[in-house]
């Protein structure tokens, strides 16, 4: 995944945010920090999603809304959803990241008929797979792009507009938020918790989840998931499931400053190179069956 530019400590501004709406993956990458390798199910419609923008809206201003998931374009309100950023965020860059594999003319339609956008297609293997470049030749064949070049390391095809920008990432490596699989799944319990931030795969990942504030996904996804892996009475995640983030009422002031500073939740994750994981290796990425 991407790491996100920098976060503007003005009143109640992020320069960035997640918005969670989709649990489900048609992928399983290990290291995803989603978690939505072990097999996560379903989303967030768009009835219950438009009342937490309306909601947030009055509460913060954002550089950049990224819809993410799981594979956001799996949520069936995807088009509403893109909408309803815009309405309720009428001047930030919305942003959506996906691995491609459900891209159709209309979401591409819908993104650039809002503006300010882009579109980030993930390459999650090791070679460009050809049935993906022909779901992206066949979304955006109709739509006049001009080729650029990015200036991000891990962007390898650039398409742009006066309304949407679209950019093809491979990133080669990820980072466990976990110890071992997901039968064994532990915190690494860090002792460095610097050492854990300069390690993490998503150190400034602020994401909105079940209309709450995280500081990032694998915390935020952490109660769900282990549930579905029954596995949350476990007495080693304790310390991590007091972590409620931040709701509405909550001052919103105290989560933006906890961005680049160590956070005791922070010990979850690996202090060392251990966590590291070649993404194009073989058995690190594999497609579910539908």
Same mark, same amino acid.
């Given at each position: 995944?991407?790491?996100?530019? /920098?976060?503007?400590?003005?009143?109640?501004?992020?320069?960035?945010?997640?918005?969670?709406?989709?649990?489900?993956?048609?992928?399983?990458?290990?290291?995803?920090?989603?978690?939505?390798?072990?097999?996560?199910?379903?989303?967030?419609?768009?009835?219950?999603?438009?009342?937490?923008?309306?909601?947030? =809206?009055?509460?913060?201003?954002?550089?950049?809304?990224?819809?993410?998931?799981?594979?956001?374009?799996l949520?069936?309100?995807f088009e509403?959803?893109?909408?309803?950023?815009?309405?309720?965020?009428?001047? *930030?860059?919305?942003?959506?990241?996906?691995?491609?594999?459900?891209?159709?003319? =209309?979401?591409?339609?819908?993104?650039?008929?809002?503006?300010?956008?882009?579109?980030q297609?993930?390459?999650?293997?090791?070679?460009?797979?050809?049935k993906?470049? *022909?779901?992206?030749?066949?979304?955006?064949?109709h739509i006049?792009?001009?080729? *650029?070049?990015?200036?991000?390391?891990e962007?390898?095809?650039?398409?742009?507009?006066?309304?949407?920008?679209?950019?093809?990432?491979?990133?080669?490596?990820?980072?466990?938020?976990? /110890?071992?699989?997901?039968?064994?799944?532990?915190?690494?319990?860090?002792?460095?918790?610097?050492?854990?931030?300069?390690?993490?795969?998503?150190?400034?990942?602020?994401?909105?989840?079940?209309?709450?504030?995280?500081?990032?996904?694998?915390?935020?996804?952490?109660?769900? *998931?282990?549930? =579905?892996?029954?596995?949350?009475?476990?007495?080693?995640?304790?310390?991590y499931?007091?972590?409620?983030?931040?709701?509405?009422?909550?001052?919103?002031?105290?989560?933006?400053?906890?961005?680049? /500073?160590?956070?005791?939740?922070c010990?979850?994750?690996?202090?060392t190179?251990? =966590?590291e994981?070649?993404h194009f290796?073989?058995?690190m990425?594999?497609?579910?069956?539908k």
């Amino acid at each position: 995944m991407e790491s996100p530019t /920098k976060l503007s400590l003005h009143t109640n501004h992020l320069e960035y945010l997640d918005v969670n709406i989709q649990y489900a993956c048609n992928l399983a990458c290990v290291g995803c920090i989603s978690l939505s390798n072990f097999d996560r199910r379903g989303g967030v419609r768009i009835s219950q999603g438009k009342q937490w923008l309306e909601d947030w =809206s009055k509460r913060l201003t954002l550089g950049t809304l990224c819809l993410f998931g799981g594979e956001p374009l799996l949520n069936p309100d995807f088009e509403d959803w893109v909408i309803a950023v815009r309405k309720f965020f009428p001047h *930030t860059h919305i942003k959506v990241i996906t691995n491609g594999f459900y891209l159709k003319k =209309s979401h591409v339609d819908i993104l650039s008929k809002v503006k300010n956008t882009t579109l980030q297609i993930s390459f999650h293997f090791k070679h460009r797979d050809k049935k993906l470049l *022909t779901i992206i030749k066949n979304a955006i064949g109709h739509i006049d792009f001009q080729t *650029t070049k990015s200036d991000k390391a891990e962007v390898f095809l650039k398409f742009t507009n006066k309304f949407i920008n679209i950019q093809c990432a491979r990133f080669g490596e990820f980072r466990k938020p976990y /110890k071992n699989d997901k039968n064994k799944m532990l915190p690494w319990n860090s002792k460095d918790l610097q050492a854990s931030i300069d390690h993490c795969g998503s150190p400034k990942n602020p994401i909105l989840y079940n209309n709450r504030l995280y500081k990032c996904a694998p915390i935020a996804n952490l109660k769900d *998931t282990l549930e =579905s892996l029954d596995y949350y009475d476990n007495i080693a995640w304790q310390p991590y499931l007091n972590y409620n983030g931040y709701g509405l009422e909550d001052d919103i002031q105290s989560f933006i400053k906890d961005f680049g /500073k160590p956070n005791k939740i922070c010990s979850m994750c690996c202090s060392t190179k251990d =966590s590291e994981i070649d993404h194009f290796a073989d058995g690190m990425v594999r497609k579910k069956k539908k």
